[in-house]
């Protein structure tokens, strides 16, 4: 069994700052890609951010310059600082990681999300 833990959500200011973290821990054999996604009230899930194994990154526009995904790899864990923060971030965030649970088998997991709300 694999799990993907988030933390880090919460209420902040516009202009303000969040950390998000995400830790997958269980039967891991290796970890690929890492990202975050998130859903706003009706509206579709979209991609924020993703971090390949190689700690390549890649940035919604909406997003570039004030957020920033980084990966602890020895730690299988995703963060997404968030800087500048503005009403149209509040959403609930997902993390999604491929990890690889046998030897020879790949699977897709979240995490069950964390909100996040900016308003003053």
């Known amino acids: 069994q694999v799990q993907l833990v988030e933390s880090g959500g919460g209420l902040v200011q516009p202009g303000g700052s969040l950390r998000l973290s995400c830790a997958a821990s269980?039967?891991?054999?290796?970890?690929?890609?890492m990202g975050w996604y998130r859903q706003a009230p009706g509206k579709q899930r979209e991609l924020v951010a993703t971090v390949t194994a190689g700690s390549v990154t890649d940035y919604a526009d909406s997003v570039k310059g004030r957020f920033t995904i980084s990966r602890d790899n020895a730690k299988n864990t995703v963060f997404l600082q968030m800087n500048s923060l503005k009403p149209e971030d509040t959403a609930d965030y997902y993390c999604?990681?491929?990890?690889?649970?046998?030897?020879?088998?790949?699977?897709?997991?979240w995490g069950r999300g964390t909100q996040v709300t900016v308003s003053s």
């Open positions: 999604n990681v491929a990890i690889q649970y046998n030897s020879n088998t790949w699977g897709d997991y």
């Open positions: 269980g039967r891991i054999f290796g970890v690929g890609a």
